[in-house]
């Protein structure tokens, strides 16, 4: 697909069945992320891949986090739909605040533009993903899952799969361009 085309087109679908990415195309979907503009060449993030056995441990998890966090009986709910996904990839920031060349703001977004690159990697090889966060993120039982310090934030839970419905719409969304844009 044109890149053009593949930034003015993409969307989220939180519909998704298997099959997710195998282990060349994740190969792929990675080298693409890794090229995430990274001031100091730092790489300031963590890629944490969750399928088959895996997504019964994020449920454990999430349950345990529910708990924690005293989140009431809609979210416990999610946990099964959320594990139910083909494929879920955690992106942590891994934040250094000694690096007083690249402060910690710039981190974290290096962090998450990887996780963007991912998600436009992914559509481009033909898997459909939606960008997830939620208050799990903060929750103690992922961040260790997870191999988070203290100063670590998870960014992103990305679920990623094939598109349950043959036919999503990817119509282009004409966005007056206007609103966000001026010249000094
Ligand atoms: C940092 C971040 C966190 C998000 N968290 C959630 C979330 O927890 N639940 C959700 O439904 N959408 C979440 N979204 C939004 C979706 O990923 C998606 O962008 C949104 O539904 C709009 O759809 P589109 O990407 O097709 O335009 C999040 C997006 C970002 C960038």
Redesign the pocket.
């Known amino acids: 697909m044109d890149t053009l085309e593949l930034l003015t087109t993409?969307?989220?679908n939180k519909k998704l069945v298997a099959p997710a990415p195998n282990q060349a195309q994740l190969a792929q979907i990675f080298q693409a992320a890794l090229r995430t503009p990274d001031h100091g060449r730092l790489h300031p993030y963590h890629f944490i891949v969750i399928e088959n056995d895996g997504l019964q441990k994020l449920a454990t998890i999430l349950r345990e986090v529910a708990t924690e966090l005293q989140l009431d009986e809609k979210q416990f709910n999610k946990i099964d739909g959320i594990c139910a996904k083909p494929m879920i990839i955690g992106v942590v920031a891994k934040i250094n605040p000694e690096i007083s060349k690249v402060p910690e703001w710039e981190q974290l977004i290096s962090a998450?533009c990887a996780a963007y690159g991912i998600q436009l990697a992914a559509q481009n090889l033909g898997f459909d993903n939606?960008?997830?966060?939620?208050k799990w993120t903060e929750g103690k039982a992922l961040r260790q899952a997870f191999g988070c310090s203290a100063q670590d934030k998870i960014?992103?839970l990305l679920m990623i799969g094939t598109a349950a419905e043959e036919k999503l719409e990817r119509e282009i969304k004409q966005i007056d361009t206007q609103d966000f844009v001026s010249y000094l």
């Open positions: 993409r969307r989220s998450g939606v960008w997830i966060t939620g960014v992103a």
